[in-house]
């Protein structure tokens, strides 16, 4: 029997390895496959014995209290790769975590591949890009310049497209998904996107929730709905809801039909905003990192990029409203999620914008591309 090892860690990461385990499952439902994950990947079929998806965070000194917990994970998934000796490990975001397995699957003789690859080509260094490029038996791209960048630093690398476009569709009209949740499609609907992480959570739900009620304040008429992406702060969430004191709709699982239903989005720095790009539907974006972290990336790091969101990285414009930093304030996030509601001339760049990425991010069928990339690498043994 042919097996894969799987690692993905936060709850994007486990969305995209939920997706490319199923796909893999299609196209030879007799591999097995097994390794570090949590619901969607437990979904596809994967055999999940570790999950610290839970843990997910962003910048340099957060990390700090999940330690612990990603140790012991770290040790269990070194413990099962010795074991089971898999054809191929199949790492997906990631990065850190990802790439010292990697370095011990190496020393194993276990072969590699990843899939939604560090972004050193964004903002790391050479050296960072060198690195991943030699470690690595084979690299997924989902972007050209990823592409090329690794190609570049000498990676047996392929690029297969934007995952992103087989998957950011509505699943419903308008009307039926105002139905469905309670809201009334002749007045404005804004979505609203905390993110997977407690950190996020911690630092960005409060200017969320205060940018709502300045919003409702402004358009009395204006409705709202957000967007659980888990499980796992369902309750955190509700409570904070709950004693906004504004009527917010909370949907778990369609994600999509909020981005595209909603007349404006306010959402964390990630995934939804290249799914908003996807589905032409305006969002501002919100990222905040503790001042340590910021400190630590700028002064002592030196990591410099124009853009946070890689709809503005791919355009090399200011398509999506950034809000960072100090500036993630609730008047602020209110201000320019007003001004898509009411300013023609910004929808409308924002728009053209859209159009401009969606050229550049390939075509439908990445998944499915990706699946055979990796079985690919299993030739001779299937």
Partial sequence: MIKIALSTGEVSGDIHAGRLAAEIKKLNPSVRLFGMGGEKTRLAGVDVGIDITAKGTVG????????????LAFLRMKRLLKKERPDLLVLVDYQGFNMMLAGYAKKLGIKTAYYIAPQEWLWGTKKGLLGVASAIDKIIAIFEDEYKAYKEAGANVVYVGNPNLDTAKPSMSRESFCSLVGLNPSFPVFGIFPGSRRQELDSLLPSFLGA?????????NSQFVLALSSGHFEEKIVRAVNDCG?????????????LAHSNVSIASS???IMEAAILDAPVVMAYRLSKLSEFIARKLLRLSIPFYTMPNLIAKSMVVPEITQDSVTAENLADAALMLLTDKSALANIKEGYRLVRSKIGSPGAVRRAAQEILGELRGKI
């Fill in 212 to 220: 709502v009620k300045l919003i409702k304040k402004r358009v009395p």
């Fill in 270 to 272: 990630g995934t939804t």
């Fill in 60 to 71: 340099i000194i957060e990390i700090f209290k999940f330690l612990p917990s990603l140790f």
């Fill in 246 to 258: 504004t009527d917010i709709k909370i949907v778990r699982g369609k994600s999509h039909d909020v």
